[in-house]
């Protein structure tokens, strides 16, 4: 039944603007995803390919991505796990503090962690040299292993928060009746049942670890990774064939375990949510548990605090770590590249657009039974296995010859089409809950296709195409990694001018201009919740 | 003058329809009158709301022809016919006001709005909504709701009216009231309608006819009475109303011997061999001491009863099986211990053994 064949084709003939949708956005699926992607997999030749064993900066760059992946995955996801916990049992203290604060790296500029972490343990940092008296090096793989814990533990949690939360006070209760003690109910029936959901986690915060370029580019001083190669390759030696070797081997394992995570994991999910809220409370948690997961809590969520305040206290400190008196002078210096911050607006804004109209309207044909929707569906969830540094050198190697290359369009489509995975999903999601027969009774009174679209689907959808817009805009205006390969001298956007601020030591004018960032990214947030009542998360990943 | 085949104003055409490997239905043909109230019966599964789709242009048939006053309509698209339906969740559009959705098809058809609202105003106030207009469906009630979707369906003037078991969701109480108004209103405007339940006293109640269905088929068309009284075969029986099954052997003009027992059963051209009885519960009648003269007399013992305030049922041990038996306005007597049955020879129905 589900099977889409052309012979559906002929139930839709009568609908030829239908089928011109189709047409036209498998066109623009098929151009500004799939295109780009082929073209940084065939620009280097299959000797280029066959020589990475032989490229010793390579192979170690990949090597050290790999086990930074590792070790990050492991802590972030063991934080994410305990904030999880403290946030589903009713009888943890400060669980909703703990989940407000936790949710606070999910809206920061994806280089913010790392810039904030130099300013608290770095040479200079408040806390390692002026507190602790230390002399600390916050550069390197330990910082940054530190910086990507506290960055992506937040998407694990949302994950495993969300299967503790599924699993049914009921089964706990059932065992506690059966004789198990409060340890054992927490062991056997919690903790194993979200079991699924912490592998799923893991894999999440992989995909993130590996693709993360904006607290590597800041932090991870002199040690190769491959998200960062691409652009050192083509910035400081204008290699693009090297540049394109690097992403396409950084692809082989975000792909993998994005494959993994969506075909394998998401399928052995054992809770169901079936939104009939069964709010009996749950047994009480063991109290060594408790208090265990409070300390970890606490001390990250220091942590997550010291990124907001080194930031906002960095752009009113006259000099860092030598005179602490507060000064405005950094908002001036700041308020000369204010109109970095327009073009980020402008490139954000358009970005938003596309990603929520192409979002629905591929969401709304991928509902149809059109022959060729699962290609369709496939190409708007692809970006999402994609890091971020692949598809910056995709545009460049696609489009820089074309006629949008170079100009603004290029870098708004290439955040607008990276991020539609988001836009895609959350209206599918909506989709899937408006009744089939609500579509089939407006085709019943004589309504066509994309009449159906108009008067059924965009009316019940416009929450979705908002929020969708909300977090493209949310994510486009706080990128690094696109737009490190996109930018043109004309259309400078304020993430690329923080960037080079924090490599030159001028952080009071970045922390600023990040700290404007911030506000930015907070006022769309309300915006958005104001219209439609929904806090739109953006994990800061890129 | 010839006379002259009359073409049913719907007619399915050995329709078949497969999902998958399931065959939903199975070579049916149905003729439905102009006016009519037909209604498809049957266990979920059994085909009866693939029919309907059918006929609404939501499922294209895999063999087969659907045809509208004789013509062909088995590849108009579902926009294209003029058959609306009352869907089983109603499936109302939740961002629209009672009067938008039951507007919605006027706008569709470009209906000038000052005979929109003429068109819309009438059918509000045959089915009792007005005043409700400026609602929307969350504000309703479920009673309410389904009127909107009655409305809705109506006002486009149908060729045919499609229900999809629209008072499935409704509690039982309110199930009846609306099921008598919505085949009161099909009568005063002569409406050709096709209804689709699994409630065979929902179907008895509404209908002129009844399709019963299962495995994809059409087990028996006739009238309620038919369908009750005549069931054609042990499905139907089963299916509609309670009965008990009495396996036997015809072995002489009305005589049937089943167990140690012969019944005397009304005469019929059956040929002899092995028959199945079928007797309804209320077509027993009990008695405390033997009546005198009748045939068809049981000595039996009551092993349980249940009290269901117009009727007392009971379950009755007599030659060899057990019997249930309704007795109808029981009133306070309750019956125990040693009783007789009586089984009148005329309400015996006769099935070819299966």
């Given at each position: 039944?589900?099977?889409?064949?052309w012979?559906d084709?002929?139930?839709?003939?009568?609908d030829?603007?239908?089928?011109v949708?189709f047409?036209?956005?498998?066109?623009?699926l098929g151009?500004?995803v799939l295109?780009?992607?082929?073209?940084v997999l065939?620009?280097?030749t299959w000797?280029?390919?066959l020589?990475?064993p032989?490229?010793l900066?390579?192979?170690?760059?990949a090597?050290?991505?790999l086990?930074?992946?590792?070790?990050?995955?492991?802590?972030a996801?063991f934080i994410?796990?305990?904030f999880?916990?403290?946030?589903t049992?009713?009888?943890?203290?400060?669980?909703?503090?703990?989940?407000?604060?936790?949710m606070?790296?999910?809206?920061?500029?994806?280089f913010?962690?790392?810039?904030?972490?130099?300013?608290?343990?770095?040479r200079?940092g408040?806390?390692?040299?002026?507190l602790?008296?230390?002399s600390a090096?916050?550069?390197?793989?330990h910082?940054l292993w530190?910086?990507?814990?506290?960055?992506?533990f937040p998407?694990?949690?949302?994950?495993?928060?969300g299967?503790?939360d599924?699993?049914n006070p009921s089964l706990?209760h059932?065992?506690?009746?059966?004789?198990?003690d409060?340890?054992t109910?927490?062991?056997?029936i919690?903790?194993?049942?979200?079991?699924?959901?912490?592998?799923g986690?893991m894999?999440v915060?992989?995909i993130?670890?590996?693709?993360?370029f904006g607290?590597?580019?800041?932090?991870?001083?002199g040690?190769?990774?491959?998200?960062?190669?691409?652009?050192?390759?083509?910035?400081?030696?204008?290699?693009?064939?090297?540049a394109a070797l690097?992403?396409?081997?950084?692809?082989?394992?975000?792909?993998g375990?994005?494959?993994l995570e969506?075909?394998?994991?998401?399928r052995r999910?054992?809770t169901?949510v079936?939104?009939?809220?069964?709010r009996?409370?749950?047994?009480?948690t063991?109290a060594?548990?408790r208090?265990?997961?409070v300390a970890?809590?606490?001390?990250?969520s220091?942590l997550?605090?010291?990124?907001?305040f080194?930031?906002?206290?960095?752009?009113?400190?006259?000099?860092?770590?030598?005179?602490w008196?507060l000064?405005?002078?950094h908002?001036?210096?700041a308020a000369?590249?204010?109109?970095?911050l327009?073009?980020s607006?402008?490139?954000?804004?358009?970005?938003g657009?596309?990603?929520?109209?192409?979002?629905?309207?591929?969401a709304?044909?991928?509902?149809?039974?059109l022959?060729l929707?699962h290609v369709?569906?496939?190409?708007?969830?692809?970006?999402g296995a994609?890091?971020?540094?692949?598809?910056?050198v995709?545009y460049?190697l696609?489009?820089?010859?074309?006629?949008i290359?170079?100009?603004?369009?290029?870098?708004?489509a290439?955040?607008?089409f990276?991020h539609?995975p988001?836009?895609?999903?959350a209206a599918?999601?909506?989709?899937?809950?408006i009744?089939?027969a609500?579509?089939e009774?407006?085709?019943?009174l004589?309504?066509t296709?994309l009449?159906v679209l108009?008067?059924?689907y965009?009316?019940?959808?416009?929450p979705?195409?908002?929020?969708a817009?909300?977090?493209s805009?949310?994510?486009?205006?706080?990128?690094v990694?696109?737009?490190?390969?996109l930018?043109?001298?004309g259309q400078?956007v304020a993430t690329?001018?923080?960037l080079n601020m924090?490599?030159?030591?001028?952080w009071?004018?970045?922390?600023?201009?990040?700290t404007?960032l911030?506000?930015?990214?907070?006022v769309a947030?309300?915006l958005?919740?104001?219209?439609?009542g929904?806090?739109v998360?953006?994990?800061?990943?890129g | 003058?010839e006379?002259?085949?009359k073409?049913?104003?719907?007619?399915?055409?050995?329709?078949?329809?497969r999902?998958?490997?399931t065959?939903?239905?199975?070579?049916?043909s149905l003729h439905?009158?102009?006016?009519?109230?037909t209604t498809?019966?049957?266990?979920?599964?059994?085909?009866?709301?693939?029919?309907l789709r059918?006929?609404?242009?939501?499922?294209?048939?895999?063999?087969?022809?659907?045809?509208?006053r004789g013509?062909?309509?088995?590849?108009?698209p579902?926009?294209?016919?003029?058959?609306a339906?009352?869907?089983?969740e109603?499936?109302?559009?939740p961002?629209?006001?009672?009067?938008e959705?039951?507007?919605?098809?006027?706008?569709?058809?470009?209906?000038?709005?000052?005979?929109?609202v003429r068109?819309?105003?009438?059918?509000m106030?045959?089915?009792?909504?007005?005043?409700?207009e400026r609602?929307?469906?969350?504000?309703l009630?479920?009673?309410?709701?389904?009127?909107?979707?009655?409305?809705?369906?109506?006002?486009?003037?149908?060729e045919?009216?499609?229900?999809?078991?629209?008072l499935?969701?409704?509690?039982?109480?309110?199930?009846?009231?609306v099921?008598?108004e919505?085949r009161a209103l099909?009568q005063?405007?002569?409406?050709?309608t096709?209804?689709?339940?699994?409630?065979?006293e929902?179907?008895?109640?509404?209908?002129?006819?009844?399709?019963?269905?299962?495995?994809?088929?059409?087990?028996?068309l006739?009238?309620?009475?038919?369908?009750?009284?005549h069931?054609a075969?042990?499905?139907v029986?089963?299916?509609?109303?309670?009965a008990?099954?009495?396996?036997?052997?015809?072995?002489g003009?009305?005589l049937?011997r089943?167990?140690?027992?012969?019944l005397?059963v009304?005469d019929?051209?059956r040929?002899?061999?092995p028959?199945?009885?079928v007797?309804r519960?209320?077509a027993?009648?009990?008695?405390t001491e033997?009546?005198?003269g009748?045939?068809n007399?049981?000595r039996?013992?009551?092993?349980?009863?249940?009290?269901?305030?117009t009727l007392?049922?009971?379950w009755?041990?007599?030659?060899?099986?057990?019997?249930?038996?309704?007795?109808?306005?029981?009133g306070?007597a309750?019956?125990?211990?040693e009783v007789?049955?009586?089984i009148?020879r005329?309400?015996?129905?006769l099935?070819a053994?299966?």
């Amino acid at each position: 039944m589900a099977v889409a064949r052309w012979g559906d084709l002929r139930r839709h003939a009568g609908d030829p603007w239908l089928l011109v949708t189709f047409a036209g956005a498998a066109a623009a699926l098929g151009i500004f995803v799939l295109y780009p992607a082929f073209r940084v997999l065939v620009y280097p030749t299959w000797q280029d390919y066959l020589a990475i064993p032989r490229s010793l900066r390579w192979m170690q760059a990949a090597r050290n991505s790999l086990v930074m992946m590792v070790i990050s995955t492991v802590t972030a996801t063991f934080i994410g796990l305990a904030f999880a916990f403290a946030t589903t049992r009713a009888d943890m203290p400060g669980r909703r503090l703990f989940r407000t604060i936790a949710m606070l790296p999910l809206f920061a500029p994806p280089f913010m962690v790392a810039f904030a972490y130099i300013l608290m343990f770095g040479r200079q940092g408040l806390v390692t040299k002026s507190l602790l008296g230390l002399s600390a090096n916050i550069f390197g793989w330990h910082g940054l292993w530190l910086v990507q814990t506290i960055a992506f533990f937040p998407l694990a949690m949302l994950i495993i928060a969300g299967v503790l939360d599924a699993v049914n006070p009921s089964l706990e209760h059932a065992a506690r009746n059966l004789g198990a003690d409060e340890w054992t109910v927490v062991k056997t029936i919690s903790l194993a049942l979200a079991r699924p959901g912490i592998a799923g986690a893991m894999l999440v915060v992989a995909i993130s670890v590996l693709a993360d370029f904006g607290n590597a580019v800041i932090i991870a001083g002199g040690f190769p990774l491959l998200a960062t190669e691409a652009w050192f390759r083509m910035e400081g030696m204008g290699d693009l064939k090297g540049a394109a070797l690097v992403v396409a081997m950084l692809l082989v394992p975000t792909a993998g375990l994005f494959l993994l995570e969506r075909f394998w994991v998401s399928r052995r999910v054992y809770t169901v949510v079936t939104g009939r809220g069964s709010r009996i409370a749950r047994p009480p948690t063991p109290a060594f548990l408790r208090w265990a997961a409070v300390a970890i809590c606490t001390l990250a969520s220091l942590l997550i605090f010291l990124v907001y305040f080194g930031v906002i206290a960095g752009a009113f400190t006259t000099v860092w770590g030598r005179d602490w008196s507060l000064t405005l002078d950094h908002w001036r210096l700041a308020a000369d590249r204010i109109s970095s911050l327009w073009v980020s607006v402008k490139i954000g804004a358009l970005a938003g657009l596309i990603t929520g109209t192409v979002g629905v309207l591929v969401a709304f044909l991928t509902s149809r039974s059109l022959p060729l929707r699962h290609v369709l569906d496939f190409l708007a969830v692809l970006p999402g296995a994609l890091p971020g540094v692949f598809v910056g050198v995709g545009y460049v190697l696609a489009f820089n010859p074309t006629f949008i290359g170079g100009t603004m369009w290029t870098l708004a489509a290439a955040l607008a089409f990276w991020h539609l995975p988001m836009g895609y999903q959350a209206a599918s999601a909506r989709f899937k809950q408006i009744e089939r027969a609500i579509e089939e009774a407006a085709v019943n009174l004589g309504a066509t296709g994309l009449r159906v679209l108009r008067d059924v689907y965009l009316p019940l959808l416009l929450p979705a195409l908002v929020e969708a817009f909300a977090v493209s805009f949310i994510r486009a205006v706080t990128n690094v990694s696109i737009v490190v390969f996109l930018i043109t001298p004309g259309q400078v956007v304020a993430t690329f001018v923080i960037l080079n601020m924090i490599q030159n030591n001028i952080w009071g004018a970045a922390g600023a201009l990040t700290t404007m960032l911030l506000l930015l990214t907070f006022v769309a947030i309300g915006l958005t919740w104001l219209s439609v009542g929904r806090i739109v998360r953006s994990p800061g990943v890129g | 003058m010839e006379p002259r085949v009359k073409e049913p104003h719907v007619r399915f055409e050995r329709i078949t329809k497969r999902f998958g490997h399931t065959v939903a239905v199975d070579g049916v043909s149905l003729h439905v009158e102009e006016g009519s109230f037909t209604t498809l019966l049957g266990p979920s599964g059994c085909g009866k709301t693939t029919l309907l789709r059918t006929l609404a242009g939501f499922y294209r048939p895999d063999a087969g022809d659907v045809f509208l006053r004789g013509v062909r309509i088995t590849d108009v698209p579902a926009h294209r016919r003029n058959t609306a339906m009352v869907f089983q969740e109603y499936a109302l559009f939740p961002h629209m006001t009672v009067a938008e959705n039951v507007g919605y098809g006027l706008r569709l058809r470009r209906v000038p709005a000052a005979e929109a609202v003429r068109r819309r105003g009438q059918v509000m106030e045959l089915v009792g909504l007005v005043g409700q207009e400026r609602k929307f469906p969350h504000q309703l009630s479920g009673g309410q709701q389904q009127r909107v979707a009655l409305a809705r369906a109506l006002v486009v003037e149908p060729e045919v009216l499609l229900l999809d078991e629209p008072l499935s969701n409704l509690d039982a109480k309110l199930r009846i009231r609306v099921r008598s108004e919505i085949r009161a209103l099909q009568q005063q405007l002569g409406k050709t309608t096709v209804y689709v339940t699994h409630d065979q006293e929902e179907a008895l109640a509404i209908s002129d006819r009844i399709a019963v269905m299962d495995r994809g088929r059409i087990q028996q068309l006739g009238t309620p009475l038919a369908i009750y009284h005549h069931p054609a075969n042990r499905f139907v029986a089963d299916f509609v109303g309670l009965a008990n099954f009495v396996e036997g052997e015809l072995s002489g003009p009305g005589l049937v011997r089943a167990g140690g027992v012969t019944l005397a059963v009304p005469d019929g051209a059956r040929d002899a061999g092995p028959v199945t009885v079928v007797l309804r519960p209320e077509a027993i009648r009990l008695h405390t001491e033997a009546p005198p003269g009748a045939p068809n007399v049981l000595r039996g013992r009551i092993t349980a009863m249940s009290f269901l305030g117009t009727l007392a049922r009971y379950w009755v041990d007599a030659a060899g099986r057990q019997w249930t038996v309704d007795v109808p306005s029981p009133g306070e007597a309750v019956m125990h211990g040693e009783v007789f049955l009586e089984i009148p020879r005329e309400r015996i129905h006769l099935l070819a053994a299966e």
